[in-house]
T-cell receptor
């Protein structure tokens, strides 16, 4: 079964609004990664957060990690049409080294 | 800029055919991966390789094999294609991949494979 699961499955927002999506996982992890996938393309790595980190920023992206709740969130601020994509979290369990991907959150940014 | 190239974007094959999917990376990465992506299921790992001629099964290896003769190239082989192997196949590579540390994976654009 999938280690990480994103919520919501789909999100539609207006350009300029913020988008927040969450990822929950089941076992302890070494790190958690977020990826973006534009339609018909491969995944692009966005951000990696280690288990001893609580928050990380990259441009308009903010990722938080709460290991006590086994959850992470990805916030995209001031969204743009180009942010329309599917977003996946991937976890690296501490007792295994294979990345486990969730089913993704599909974000649509309306102009 | 890093680059993972998959030989075909779209491929149509017939049931029972032997199918080869090719992937090349130019980053001198030790680790390469093959995933399949199906709606609602996310990415599932088929096989990965941590060195030339070394391979390890992922979560769904049945019906597939792989070949890594050179560091930059990782091939996925469908021994006898079946309709349930119709999917999007994604190749990836990474610098570090062990039980203590995993670096980001770099993906190709995928091969959408249809088995008729």
């Amino acid at each position: 079964s999938q280690q990480g699961e994103e919520d919501p499955q789909a999100l539609s927002i207006q350009e300029g609004e913020n988008a927040t999506m969450n990822c929950s996982y089941k076992t302890s992890i070494n790190n958690l990664q977020w990826y973006r996938q534009n339609s018909g393309r491969g995944l692009v790595h966005l951000i990696l957060i280690r288990s001893n980190e609580r928050e990380k920023h990259s441009g308009r992206l903010r990722v938080t990690l709460d290991t006590s709740k086994k959850s992470s969130s990805l916030l995209i601020t001031a969204s743009r049409a180009a942010d329309t994509a599917s977003y996946f979290c991937a976890t690296a369990p501490s007792n295994d080294y294979k990345l486990s991907f969730g089913a993704g959150t599909t974000v649509t940014v309306r102009a | 800029d890093v680059k993972v190239t998959q030989s075909s974007r779209y491929l149509v094959k017939r049931t029972g055919e032997k199918v080869f999917l090719e992937c090349v990376q130019d980053m001198d990465h030790e680790n390469m991966f093959w995933y399949r992506q199906d709606p609602g299921l996310g990415l599932r790992l088929i096989y990965f390789s941590y060195d030339v001629k070394m391979k390890e099964k992922g979560d769904i290896p049945e019906g597939y094999s792989v070949s890594r003769e050179k560091k930059e190239r990782f091939s996925l082989i469908l021994e006898s294609a079946s309709t349930n192997q119709t999917s999007m196949y994604l190749c990836a590579s990474s610098l570090v991949f062990n039980s203590k540390n995993q670096s980001p994976q770099h993906f190709g654009d995928g091969t959408r494979l249809s088995i008729l």
